[in-house]
């Protein structure tokens, strides 16, 4: 256990459900936040609610932890004011509040929606430049851009971490590229908490999957290891699903459905 005290947020959602228990071998005391009630904390939990958006109370959720795995906010497509608030404005309180209570390593929870707008036909790297699909993949930007500048200025050093499709299975056709499981999200968050040097980074967050439009090569240092593939999933994902339109922006770009999500775009 490298870390006392590790601080785990977006603790009622889909991430923050399924690596509470695993998180629990990381540290002594796993600290849990959200904005929604989730219930008590069970034993070696300790539980605070805050909302992102609310300084002080991100405040008193960061101070006295060792380290923070950051799952809380708008995790989809939909209106700029709530991602503003939870996405944009939240992950800088989130930051400052690293900074005065001395956190040194963060985990954000970023996303393939930073580089939506690239193709299913081409292979990115980590030094690709973003190109955001939706506002939330802009927020998610603004989040890794943000945790490089408090590396640079402060030494808080940050994985951003471009979750793909983290579920129990992988749900469609685009999922069978972009899947990451529960277990593979543990191994790569463990192995941005204990790498020796993580500095800032990115890393594709997906599974041995075969089919892949992500090259995590540059991030060889975080000793990721996928153990999980969506492979033994694809002949019952063809069975269930449609052949897909090679001619649909959704089936071209990388960020799929999340294109057409939120508010319709005019020329
Ligand atoms: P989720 O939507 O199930 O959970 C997010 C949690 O954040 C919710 O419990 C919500 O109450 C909380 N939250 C939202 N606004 C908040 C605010 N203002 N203050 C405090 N808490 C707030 O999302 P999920 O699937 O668990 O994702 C976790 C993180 O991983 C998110 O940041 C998401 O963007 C990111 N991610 C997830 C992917 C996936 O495949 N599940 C893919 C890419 C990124």
Known sequence: KVHHTLL??????????????????NCEVLRLSDRSDF????????VMLADLADAAAVDAMVKGVNAIVHFGGISLEGPFEPILQANILGVYNL?????????????????NHVTGYYKQSETITLNHPARPDSLYGVSKAFGEDLSRMYFDRYGIETACVRIGSSFAEPRDRRMLASWLS??????????CLTTPVLGHTAIFGISDNAVAWYDNSAARHVGYVPQDSSDPFR????????????????VIYQGGGFLFQGEPMTA
Not at 235 to 250: K, L
Request: proline share 6%; aromatic share 6%.
């Open 39 to 46: 219930g008590p904390a069970r034993a070696g939990e300790e």
């Open 95 to 111: 930051y400052e509040a690293a900074r005065k209570h001395g956190v040194k390593r963060v985990v954000f929870a970023s996303s």
């Open 235 to 250: 002949e019952a994902v063809y069975a269930r699903t449609p052949e897909p339109d090679v001619t649909d922006p959704a």
């Open 182 to 191: 529960f277990d593979d999200l543990h191994r790569l968050v463990t192995a």
């Open 8 to 25: 785990m947020t977006g603790a009622a959602g889909g991430l923050g459900t399924a690596m509470r228990d695993r998180l629990k071998a």
